[in-house]
C-alpha cells in the first residue's frame, strides 16, 4: 500500500522561504515519477513540479526560478524548496506519485498525500 505523508506546510511572509517534505513508503519496483501539486481555495489543483525517476524536472511557470524540486532515494522522500514566496502560492500542497510509464501515456497520478498548508501573507 501506497503512502505519502506531507510535511513542512506553515505561515510564512512574502519573499520568505519553506522547505516541504514528502515521506514516501509502499512504492513497488516499478520507476515513479513523483510531484507536488497545490489547490487554492476555488480553485482547481494545478501541477507545481515533477520530477521523473531519471531526474528530469518541470515546472508551472509561475514557480520556475522559485521552487526547486528534488528527491532522496535512499530515503525515499521527496522535498520542494519554495523560495521568494508570493501571496499566490498560498495553498494546500500535495504530493503524488505515479509509475512513470502511466504519466507519460497521460493517465493522472494515482497515488496522494493529504496535503499540507502553505499560507503566504504580506
Known amino acids: 500500500q501506497v503512502k505519502l505523508v506531507e510535511s513542512g506546510g506553515g505561515s510564512v511572509q512574502v519573499g520568505g522561504s519553506l522547505r516541504l517534505s514528502c515521506a514516501a513508503s509502499?512504492?513497488?519496483?516499478?520507476?515513479?515519477?513523483m510531484g507536488w501539486f497545490r489547490q487554492a481555495p476555488g480553485k482547481e489543483r494545478e501541477r507545481v513540479a515533477t520530477?521523473?525517476?531519471?531526474?528530469?524536472?518541470t515546472y508551472a511557470d509561475s514557480v520556475k526560478g522559485r521552487f526547486t524540486i528534488s528527491k532522496d532515494n535512499p530515503k525515499n522522500t521527496l522535498y520542494l524548496q519554495m523560495n521568494s514566496l508570493k501571496r499566490e502560492d498560498t495553498a494546500t500542497y500535495y504530493c503524488?506519485?505515479?509509475?512513470?510509464?502511466?504519466?507519460?501515456?497521460?493517465?493522472?497520478?494515482?497515488?496522494w498525500g493529504q496535503g499540507t498548508q502553505v499560507t503566504v501573507s504580506s
Open positions: 509502499g512504492l513497488t519496483n516499478s520507476v515513479h515519477c
Open positions: 503524488a506519485a505515479e509509475a512513470c510509464v502511466a504519466v507519460q501515456a497521460g493517465r493522472p497520478y494515482g497515488h
Open positions: 520530477i521523473h525517476s531519471d531526474g528530469r524536472t
